[in-house]
Nanobody, 130 residues
Framework: QVHLVESGGGLVQPGGSLRLSCYAS????????IGWFRQAPGKEREGVAC????????FYAGSVKGRFTISRDNAKNTVYLQMNSLKPEDTAVYYC???????????????????????WGQGTQVTVSS
């Protein structure tokens, strides 16, 4: 059973940076995508960034491209989301998510198409405010 544990959220001023971490365990397949979704109050959950596991390619939503960077450390089974130049509109609960349907996951992040994700973390709050 897949188990995802996030950490690293918090309060930061506009223009600041945060790094989220997601420790993943409980799966053996090489074909999946892992990354981050977020949900702001009163809004739909949206894809932010993901990595395709078998080739390491990263994908981003347009709203965060150039500011956020997703990376992974396979030895530590951990995925990171480095968030720079944070804006108040980045305020949300950020969820680590994993799914074996990598193409659909990528479309959810890049094009915003809805999808049901197989595994979620518990979420971590990111608040950008002065």
């Amino acid at each position: 059973q897949v188990h995802l544990v996030e950490s690293g959220g918090g309060l930061v001023q506009p223009g600041g940076s945060l790094r989220l971490s997601c420790y993943a365990s409980g799966f053996t397949s090489d074909y999946y995508a892992i990354g981050w979704f977020r949900q702001a109050p009163g809004k739909e959950r949206e894809g932010v960034a993901c990595i395709s596991a078998h080739d390491g390619r990263a994908f981003y939503a347009g709203s965060v491209k150039g500011r956020f960077t997703i990376s992974r450390d396979n030895a530590k089974n951990t995925v990171y989301l480095q968030m720079n130049s944070l804006k108040p509109e980045d305020t949300a609960v950020y969820y680590c998510a994993l799914d074996v349907n990598a193409p659909k996951y990528i479309r959810a992040v890049v094009a915003g198409t809805p999808m049901a994700i197989g595994s979620w973390g518990q979420g971590t709050q990111v608040t950008v405010s002065s």
